[in-house]
C-alpha cells in the first residue's frame, strides 16, 4: 500500500500563531518540531496499517526558502521519505505513480471561517475566496482535487474542529477526521497536548488506511471552472494578461477548463 501524507502546519496541537508558522519568527522552530512529530505519527500509523511506502508531501508556504520545507528533515520517521517542492502542487510524479490513499495532516478552515485557527485559502493577504463549479472550498479542498485528479481517495484530515468539519461536508459520510484541537477563534484554541495527539493520529491513521474502500476520491466536476475572490481589486492585475483566465470583476478572476487540473494550472501554477 502506497500512502502519500500532505500535511500543513496550521492545524497542528500547540499551534495558532503566526509565529509558529513564519519562516525566522521567534515561534518557528517550535512550530517545526509539533509540525515534524504529528507527520511521525502519521507515518507510524501507515507503516502498522500495512504501509509499503509513505512519501510525506510539505505543503506549508513559510515564506522564502523555508516555503514546502518546514518540516525536520532529522526528526522524520526514517522509512518515509519527503518532498520539498519549489511551488505547491507542482508534485504530481507519487500520485501518478498509483497512490492508494492519501492523508492530510495538520490542515485548517478555508477564509472568514468562524473559529477556524489561522484560517486561510492560498494566501492570507491576498485571497478573499475560492469556488470550484461554484462550490466554496479551501486548502483541503484543493489537496483533495489534486489527488483526485489521480484518482487516489482520502483517507483522514486532521486539524481543528472547524476544519473538520468543512472536509466533512466537502466530502461526505465516508471521510474519517480527527480533531487535535478546538478552534475558539483565529488566534486562539483549546488544543489537545501533543502526546496525546500524536497518539490520536496514529491510531486514527492506521483505523483509516485499514479499509479504503470508503474514502472519498473527490472530483469537483467536468468541466470545471475555478473563481478566485481577490481581497483588493489591485491584486486581479497580474491575472489581465494570461489567456487561460479572465477577469470577471474588480477582484474576480475565473479559469473553465476540461478538468480541475487544466483550470488549477491555469489559475495557480502559470503565475
Known amino acids: 500500500m502506497r500512502v502519500f501524507v500532505i500535511s500543513d502546519m496550521e492545524g497542528v496541537a500547540g499551534i495558532c500563531r503566526w509565529d ?81 490513499a492519501a492523508l492530510l495532516v495538520g490542515q485548517h478552515a478555508m477564509a472568514g471561517a468562524e473559529r477556524g485557527v489561522l484560517s486561510h485559502t492560498v494566501s492570507s493577504t491576498n485571497w478573499h475566496a475560492l469556488f470550484f463549479n461554484g462550490v466554496e472550498v479551501g486548502e483541503v479542498g484543493i489537496n483533495a482535487a489534486l489527488c483526485g485528479t489521480w484518482g487516489a481517495p482520502i483517507a483522514l484530515v486532521t486539524g481543528d474542529d472547524v476544519v473538520c468539519a468543512e472536509a466533512a461536508a466537502l466530502l461526505g459520510p465516508g471521510l474519517q477526521t480527527l480533531t487535535v484541537k478546538t478552534g475558539l477563534g483565529r488566534f486562539s484554541a483549546r488544543h489537545h497536548s501533543p502526546a496525546r495527539a500524536r497518539a490520536d493520529i496514529e491510531q486514527a491513521t492506521r483505523a483509516a488506511l485499514e479499509d ?34 479572465t477577469v470577471t470583476g474588480p477582484r474576480t478572476i475565473e479559469a473553465t477548463a476540461g478538468t480541475w487540473w487544466e483550470a488549477w494550472r491555469a489559475i495557480y501554477l502559470a503565475r
Not at 39 to 49: C, D, I, K, Q, T
Not at 76 to 88: G, K, M, Y
Not at 216 to 233: D, K, Q, R, S
Open 20 to 100: 509558529q508558522v513564519m519562516a525566522g519568527a521567534p515561534g518557528y522552530e517550535e512550530g517545526r518540531l509539533l509540525y515534524t512529530e504529528e507527520l511521525n505519527a502519521a507515518v507510524r500509523g501507515a507503516f502498522a496499517a500495512g504501509a509499503t511506502e509513505v512519501v510525506v508531501m510539505d505543503c506549508h508556504g513559510a515564506g522564502g526558502d523555508r516555503s514546502f520545507n518546514s518540516l525536520v528533515p532529522d526528526r522524520l520517521d526514517p522509512r518515509a521519505e519527503f518532498v520539498v517542492q519549489t511551488r505547491w502542487t507542482e508534485y504530481t510524479g507519487f500520485l501518478e505513480q498509483g497512490c492508494d
Open 212 to 245: 479504503v474502500t470508503r474514502a472519498p476520491v473527490y472530483e469537483p466536476g467536468a468541466p470545471c471552472t475555478i473563481t478566485v475572490e481577490l481581497n483588493t481589486a489591485d491584486q486581479a492585475d497580474p491575472y489581465r494578461n494570461r489567456p487561460d483566465v
